[in-house]
């Protein structure tokens, strides 16, 4: 086995094997992490591909997603020294803390590298109500980042002016969200807010936009309860859940104002 940088024509083989693990993964995270991340976006070959990871880096802090080996070949280390690698190449690029969402059958080779528990993430699925205007107009870049380090502590500008030029963007005072394609249907997220009121108002907003009755799934923190909250009241259903973690320099986290994460779980 070597492991080699990841290619772009190694994404149909990564989302076959996704899409028998159940998961949700869009291409463009893919390209996303080689423009931006290439060292930490690698594969794992025997004779031919057969194991992933994806690493992203935003200023001081980076997240490991999309970890997978094809089931035939686990247990035989693929995994871990792919993770290994991963995490090498974000701690030489200077990150302080490195994020990941786990499965509770990974979570035993994370804590092993030293992560730990800081939160669960929830995926609530939806439907869009419709007859809304789609959002316009562009968003200054800053806004978002200041709403969005709030709750993660960190700038974070690359994943959202990458999300805000692929989706739509709702604001308020004090908020906003984005409303994403994501394969037959949207993601709702990020979504950022001060406060309840105001991230209510975005999920009616953006619920709006897309065509009635189409699927809304999002990945929300556990312990911003607020969201909960107003998912219920939206009629969503949580359909699953993963455990977030970190490693490295504990994070300036604050889950009250993450009301949904930017992707699908995979890099924040």
């Given at each position: 086995?070597?492991?080699?940088?990841?290619?772009?024509?190694?994404?149909?083989?990564?989302?076959?094997?996704?899409?028998?693990?159940?998961?949700?993964?869009?291409?463009?995270?893919?390209?996303?992490?080689?423009?931006?991340?290439?060292?930490?976006?690698?594969?794992?070959?025997?004779?031919?591909?057969?194991?992933?990871?994806?690493?992203?880096?935003?200023?001081?802090?980076?997240?490991?997603?999309?970890?997978?080996?094809?089931?035939?070949?686990?247990?035989?280390?693929?995994g871990s020294r792919l993770?290994?690698?991963?995490?090498?190449?974000?701690?030489?690029?200077?990150?302080?803390?490195?994020?990941?969402?786990?499965?509770?059958?990974?979570?035993?080779?994370?804590?092993?590298?030293?992560?730990?528990?800081?939160?669960?993430?929830?995926?609530?699925?939806?439907?869009?109500?419709?007859?809304?205007?789609?959002?316009?107009?562009?968003?200054?870049?800053?806004?978002?980042?200041?709403?969005?380090?709030?709750?993660?502590?960190?700038?974070?500008?690359?994943?959202?002016?990458?999300?805000?030029?692929?989706?739509?963007?709702?604001?308020?005072?004090?908020?906003?969200?984005?409303?994403?394609?994501?394969?037959?249907?949207?993601?709702?997220?990020?979504?950022?807010?001060?406060?309840?009121?105001?991230?209510?108002?975005?999920?009616?907003?953006?619920?709006?936009?897309?065509?009635?009755?189409?699927?809304?799934?999002l990945d929300v923190p556990?312990?911003?309860?607020?969201?909960?909250?107003i998912l219920t009241g939206?009629?969503?259903?949580?359909?699953?859940?993963?455990?977030?973690?970190?490693?490295?320099?504990?994070?300036?986290?604050?889950?009250?104002?993450?009301?949904?994460?930017?992707?699908?779980?995979?890099?924040?």
């Amino acid at each position: 086995m070597y492991i080699r940088p990841f290619s772009p024509g190694d994404v149909p083989a990564f989302l076959a094997l996704a899409a028998a693990e159940g998961w949700v993964s869009d291409p463009w995270e893919f390209s996303f992490g080689m423009d931006t991340f290439p060292r930490g976006c690698l594969a794992a070959e025997d004779g031919t591909a057969v194991a992933f990871v994806t690493a992203v880096r935003y200023t001081l802090s980076g997240w490991i997603g999309n970890l997978i080996v094809a089931k035939d070949l686990r247990g035989r280390g693929y995994g871990s020294r792919l993770m290994g690698r991963a995490l090498e190449e974000l701690l030489a690029a200077g990150v302080k803390t490195v994020w990941l969402t786990a499965s509770e059958q990974g979570r035993p080779l994370y804590e092993k590298m030293g992560f730990r528990e800081i939160d669960s993430v929830v995926r609530w699925r939806g439907t869009a109500t419709g007859g809304g205007e789609r959002a316009g107009g562009a968003v200054p870049l800053n806004e978002l980042v200041a709403l969005d380090r709030a709750g993660w502590g960190d700038d974070r500008s690359g994943i959202l002016a990458a999300v805000a030029a692929r989706g739509m963007m709702i604001c308020e005072q004090g908020g906003f969200m984005a409303m994403q394609p994501c394969g037959g249907g949207f993601q709702a997220g990020p979504w950022a807010a001060g406060d309840e009121g105001v991230a209510e108002g975005l999920l009616d907003r953006a619920r709006s936009c897309p065509g009635r009755g189409e699927q809304v799934l999002l990945d929300v923190p556990a312990r911003n309860g607020g969201a909960a909250r107003i998912l219920t009241g939206a009629g969503f259903t949580a359909i699953g859940r993963t455990v977030l973690m970190y490693r490295g320099a504990p994070p300036a986290y604050v889950p009250d104002r993450i009301f949904a994460l930017a992707t699908m779980g995979s890099i924040g």
